[in-house]
């Protein structure tokens, strides 16, 4: 079975500062790994997903994630953050059979004028 | 709609009673997801139907929850004499799936938010 783990449940962060946000998985598979976000009142929209290949993804608004497979981390990054950035996120993983998701805890990102 | 719907959007039953959640996919989407998410944690996988034909209900807490699709489109989701515990969000999640090596990403729909008093 798989795991998820995001390690902080809240980030505070100023406006046009960075943010990085920690998930941390354990699979005896290979998986694959996304990450969701939840604006305030709205469903569950994926931001962006690492499958295979270059371990390094990124989102067309800024956010990028990189993959390490032997930290079996799949940490979220942006350089410069907007208020239009406050919102949840979700860590995932699924393994291939029936691409169920696996999610971690989330972690609400406040972003402070 | 161009996206997937659910119903009702907010349910509010008194403990005992049965409640019935419908999810209506994104046309064309064969596989359909249910997920719980309980307040300030991750959703849950529940059950998972390809068409069809339930592949996976390893996710669904007890005998009270039972899910169905007859026709490959429209789910429900019912509950049975209603627990204190199973207040939660009810996520419905379609996606065309795996199509040879290409992914296609699972699309929420908004939740139906159940609180059993």
């Known amino acids: 079975a798989q795991s998820v783990t995001q390690l902080d449940s809240q980030v505070p962060v100023f406006e046009e500062a960075p943010v990085e946000l920690r998930c941390n998985y354990s699979?005896?598979?290979?998986?694959?790994l996304f990450w969701y976000v939840q604006y305030p009142n709205q469903g569950l929209q994926l931001l962006l997903k690492?499958?295979?290949?270059?371990?390094l993804v990124e989102s067309i608004n800024g956010f990028e994630a990189e993959f390490n497979k032997s930290q079996t981390s799949f940490h979220l990054r942006k350089p410069s953050v907007h208020i239009s950035d406050t919102a949840e996120y979700f860590c995932?993983?699924?393994?291939?059979?029936?691409?169920?998701?696996?999610f971690g805890g989330g972690t609400r990102v406040l972003v402070k004028p | 709609g161009a996206g997937v719907s659910q119903s009702p959007r907010y349910k509010v039953a008194k403990r005992g009673q049965d409640v019935a959640l419908r999810c209506d996919p994104i046309?064309?989407?064969?596989?359909l997801f249910w997920y719980q998410q309980a307040l300030g944690q991750g959703p849950e996988f529940l059950t998972y139907f390809q068409n069809e034909a339930q592949l996976d209900k390893s996710g669904l807490p007890s005998d009270r929850f039972f899910a169905e699709r007859p026709e490959g489109s429209v789910s429900t989701l019912k509950i049975q004499r209603t627990q204190q515990e199973d207040s939660a969000v009810y996520l419905c999640a379609s996606s065309l799936g795996w199509i040879g090596l290409i992914y296609n990403e699972q699309f929420f729909g908004p939740g139906t938010r159940l609180t059993v008093l």
């Open positions: 995932a993983v699924s393994v291939t059979a029936g691409n169920k998701l696996t």
């Open positions: 046309s064309g989407h064969v596989s």
């Open positions: 699979s005896s598979v290979s998986v694959y």
């Open positions: 690492y499958l295979s290949g270059s371990t």
